[in-house]
């Protein structure tokens, strides 16, 4: 049994907190949050102890430590925990900040290998499918890779403004997901557009289309949307030599409709990342316990995890000035 | 180029017209109506004379004759056009009675496989994609076909009362469509329901499930219904020791929609028989010119007509008197 | 928090005792088996106490009995844990023998309508949304429902030998299906085939259509199949008069594959009951919690249970002599 | 009756001829083709007499002319054809070089309106389809296009060196198309990448993907590929702020396979746009037949076929040079 310490009892940490709950090989031992009504409650619905300061989780005898606080504390619980000889699984971004994430990176060393961090959607059984068929060469090379990938609705305006933009905050994801295709990115042409006024009086996108340029040259494709009014629209295609592989949105159930007015309509796609992605946090969180198990490293790691950022740097950059940056 | 002469200036005559007029090895020589009005106008379509008489039909130089008139009719148009010299293709049924499409046949004798009768869906590509794989062994040996054949609308219950019942004048399709897969029959079973009161009331089912054993043992199924909101429900599924092979509707376009209440959403399916089979009308009026230029004879002829009609009987009798009928 | 006991520790116990250990509100508190391996190893897995006797559950402190023993000991052991005052959730069958059942049901008089019949496929999401939709009218009146129920592959011929016959064994969860969508049953018509001669050698057909007219007039259509090549095939269709709702079947992903041979490819569907009513079973427990905790009466219960194994009863007969059987 | 003269007796010119003599209010009158046997041919099979020189096309009584001859000849023939008062329905592209379509249009004029380019899947069903939906508002305010378009097979290199290159002989219809859907373009970011070394070695790509900046603000984006196993890949979505439309690719039969295998398994698509695209040269001819008679403008037309030159220009640029293009 690895006994695990969650910091940050909010939406994420709620998420993290069941999966470890209910992992045969895990143990949830401790909750911690600033606020304290947070870490009770989240502690209470599991019977375990909180603590309200992350140096507290560092101390105690846990085994591994799940970092979902906000972002700016990142590296430093990421830091401390591994400093206590904790294994760390800790939310995307690394940091806000490129310079932050590589210091962190500088910081751990060989440590930073074996930090995970949670490019969630890399477990998403479907979306490991593709990617593990098209690694065993079922679509023969693969040449092309589309990323579509909407969320269901805005953040409010004042969390855009201190998210880092688009590409750091939404799109980060999906850099994750073509590098994990197509491999490192040498060129990022990053287009941003305005759907949505209040998003733009806040200085950010709200709609972008991203062409990325691998090291071998092969190209990739990401269109995004912070809203979209069918849900949560998470789909890729990659496209190779012999055939395409290609990931649909989820249901809930396999019912099919016809009516006057149409055939063939499925209910609403899943809603938001809890309930898509459920699959793929309780497989991330298997994936990483598997590793501390084995005391080895992990993938997607801090190194993982800067790439990412450097992308979205790239990007941020190319769609303010009009240009491809190069990295 | 074979001549050809239409019987019947109706909307099934008017399609075959068309067919005739669009076929490159085919030229339309010749209407023929009862009704002047009827006959003119189609024959001014065209560009070609019309008459009023089947019997100046027989008597012209055409090749071959389409027969579209109505039903009661058929026989006499089928003997008169092949005692001429003609061949002929004559819509389905052979008659509203089995002794009559019986007779029709004994007096036919040899030429009675050289008569093609219209069970138009056998020449549908998707459905016959299905027969072709299924025969070409892509999912081992056939063991269960099932029939799902619904129409758009019920006809007016004054039609009903005189068609002969729902076996006889719609069913009638699914049991040479059966035939086709299963070979020939040797029981039938007929459940009729009602969710029209008026088609009660004119004493004929509007829904209905037949099952019927095929000589070998096998089993098919079909299910009817008059009316159906969505349209011209026209599907079947061949399941083998290998797989399945389903066909589905048909729609005019390719587009799916999302939005907030649907996603995946088709449009309406091909609307009714016109739109359905207008591929199937083409294709078997080519079988049928094939088989002319070959001299040879055709399938389904009338003995497939005589069979599905005594099929149709059978359905009748075993759906009055709740029981199995054999053959 | 409910405890529960889970008699019998085999394949099916093993899913309850999973199911009860991650339901919030239940306790797995006691395991019972004869065969001690067995009880020993089921228990060991959850850290619980174990028995080889049933009277030692009756005679434990826990609140409810799941019971997944044999069929022939359905009845003891739910007669046994309701004069103990426990709950009870007993897979299906009731029983192998209708009289058997109704002895059964007239013993536990009103306790009848509190003990839970495992048909949980009721539970499913995938049906249960059909249902939900069709009772809320999103299709008009309901006029016609059809199932296509096929296993992956054959039991043992020795196991059928035993099993009552394909419609006791196999058809009772469509049977219970077809009376949830369509009330109950008044006249069953049966039609057998084997395409494996070895279970024509047991005395039992592997496939079978079966027709069911309702009491209301309705048409409800079966067909199963004991193999199936490409898995668990678990679909139906409800027709109405505004329109229809089609329930396909599950894949692990939603992953199309496009190549030189197929397009819209769908992986395989999901393998066998263990895998693809995971969340039935889930979701049919925390029902019956929810009844527990409201001291109420559970569906479906022991009259389905009875009325299910009519049906079963009446298609056997019907199949074998060849005529419709009236309940 | 419209009389109509195709010049150029090649696979396009034969498309046109077909769909000209299938049409109720054409009349094919003239076949133009330097080379005999191929003149001779096409006009034998509909019994029309032929002439080498396209000159004597414009002195003969035939109303209208349709150009498929080889693209330096385009300008030429368009202009001689309306100097003598022909309609004209010329294949796209206007000139291989964007002076010389603009030198085309400025001699045209007022006439520039009424001659049409052959951009014929704005008339394919099921991409008009989604154009009419989007401008009746079904999805909103349209936000984001993409367009996804694979030939089957590249085209010999020898024809790639001739051919202007990928933008200007195969992403020009998808240029078109997001011209269609999204107006004017003021910019244009294209991407190019090889998967075959011969089309590399002859200087061109056969991969690519565009992004364009529509006049006010909105992006679309064409995912583009010379080969693709599966065949002519012809999709696009249009995304709007109450929902998206998605236009899939055709197949030739509604037929679903399951095996062992796979799943809900298509048969093949379209295979090149004489298949995928009949409609569509069967709809423009109607568009441009209706225009004729009622003597009026075209759309597309002259200036459509100039503007998607200069956004294939511009890409051809960007593609280079490695930036974005204004227009």
Chains 1, 2, 3, 4 share one sequence.
Do not use: W
Not at 176 to 183: C, I, N, S
Not at 235 to 259: C, I, P, W, Y
Request: aromatic share 8%; glycine share 8%; net charge negative.
């Amino acid at each position: 049994m690895i006994r695990f310490a969650v910091i940050g009892a909010g939406r994420i940490g709620q998420v993290h907190a069941r999966a470890v709950a209910s992992h045969p090989q895990a143990e949830l031992a401790l909750i911690c949050d600033p606020f304290e009504d947070n870490a009770k409650k989240l502690a209470g619905q599991y019977g375990v102890p909180y603590v309200l300061e992350a140096d507290e989780v560092f101390a105690s005898n846990v085994d591994a430590v799940i970092i979902g606080s906000p972002t700016p504390l990142h590296v430093e619980h990421i830091l401390g925990a591994v400093r206590a000889g904790k294994r760390v699984l800790c939310e995307k971004p690394v940091a806000l900040d490129l310079a932050e994430a590589e210091r962190c990176r500088d910081e751990l060393g060989a440590e930073a290998d074996r930090v995970m961090i949670g490019f969630n959607r890399r477990f998403d059984p479907t979306f490991a499918d593709v990617h593990a068929r098209v690694a065993a060469g079922e679509i023969g090379e693969l040449q092309q890779f589309t990323v579509i990938s909407r969320d269901p609705a805005a953040p409010p305006a004042g969390y855009v403004a201190g998210s880092g933009g688009i590409f750091r905050d939404m799109t980060i994801h999906d850099f994750d997901m073509v590098r994990h295709f197509l491999g490192d990115i040498v060129e990022v042409s990053a287009f941003g557009s305005n759907s949505l006024p209040e998003i733009a009086e806040a200085g950010d996108f709200d709609q972008a289309v991203v062409v990325l340029r691998a090291a071998d040259g092969r190209v990739g494709t990401i269109v995004n949307s912070r809203t979209c009014v069918y849900g949560y629209d998470q789909r890729m295609e990659a496209f190779g030599s012999a055939g395409a592989l290609t990931a649909d949105n989820l249901t809930s159930t396999a019912v099919r409709k016809a009516s006057a007015d149409v055939t063939e309509a499925r209910g609403p796609i899943l809603d938001f990342f809890l309930d898509r992605y459920v699959d793929a946090y309780r497989l991330e969180l298997s994936a990483f316990i598997d590793a501390v198990l084995a005391d080895g490293s992990v993938v997607p790691n801090v190194h993982d995890g800067v790439e990412a950022l450097k992308v979205a740097d790239a990007a941020t950059v190319s769609a303010k000035e009009g240009r491809p940056v190069k990295l």
